[in-house]
């Protein structure tokens, strides 16, 4: 059991080495012969708990979103609203400290790559259950709903892509934009579907 948690230490290690390394460079950039060098350990090390260079970068990918759809389903104490704004807070935080990490997962990665997608569409799906839950109080909601959601958050990639490449707004105003995007869609499907009647706004005090 000892040898097993050790194991799974080591393996931890190389991941949280593999995060920092990989945060603003891209896949392509770094071979293994330079992870290696400056994670300070045998490449064969890598090899041993990963297969590959492909299979250590998927597992840092795979990690590092875990803890963004684990930050994103919290607060459930939270106001809807509020909630609502720490999720897309925590989505721009993360794009914006894992630059290439996050070109590689919207973009899907070099060609079709599935497993990038299915990390993708995880995230996808994971922001959507959040924004229902908040907006309708439950996740499981009717197609249309989740269409109205779904081009919402696709909509928030391609805005943050852009906006990780030129920051020329605050992330405060880009949160703020974006929760006004949101309050569009949630309209837009009232107005299809009233059964899924988008939440009053908080008051705030003036």
């Excluded at 097993?4 to 080591?10: H, I, P, Q």
């Excluded at 890598?46 to 970068?57: L, P």
């Excluded at 439950?138 to 030129?166: F, N």
């Excluded at 880009?174 to 908080?202: F, K, S, T, W």
Aim: hydrophobic share 45%.
């Amino acid at each position: 059991m000892r040898g097993t948690e050790r194991s799974l230490a080591r393996r931890a290690e190389l991941i949280a080495i593999g995060r920092r390394l990989f945060a603003d460079t891209s896949y392509d950039a770094l071979s293994m012969d330079d992870i290696a060098r400056q994670a300070h350990v045998a490449k064969g090390l890598i090899y041993y708990y990963f297969q590959s260079k492909r299979g250590y970068y998927l597992a840092i990918i795979q990690d590092s979103v875990a803890d963004l759809v684990t930050f994103a389903a919290s607060g459930l104490e939270l106001p809807p609203v509020d909630r609502v704004q720490r999720t897309i807070d925590s989505y721009l935080r993360y794009a914006e400290h894992n630059q290439a990490a996050y070109r590689t997962i919207v973009s899907g990665g070099v060609g079709f790559d599935a497993e990038v997608h299915a990390i993708r569409d995880g995230v996808r799906e994971a922001i959507v259950a959040t924004i229902a839950e908040g907006a309708y109080g439950r996740s499981d909601i009717a197609p249309l709903a989740r269409m109205g959601l779904l081009a919402w958050v696709c909509s928030v990639e391609g805005a943050t892509l852009d906006w990780i490449d030129r920051p020329d707004l605050p992330r405060d105003t880009m949160c703020e934009l974006l929760v006004r995007m949101l309050g569009g869609a949630l309209h837009a499907i009232e107005g299809i579907d009233p059964a899924y009647p988008a939440p009053a706004p908080a008051r705030r005090d003036t």
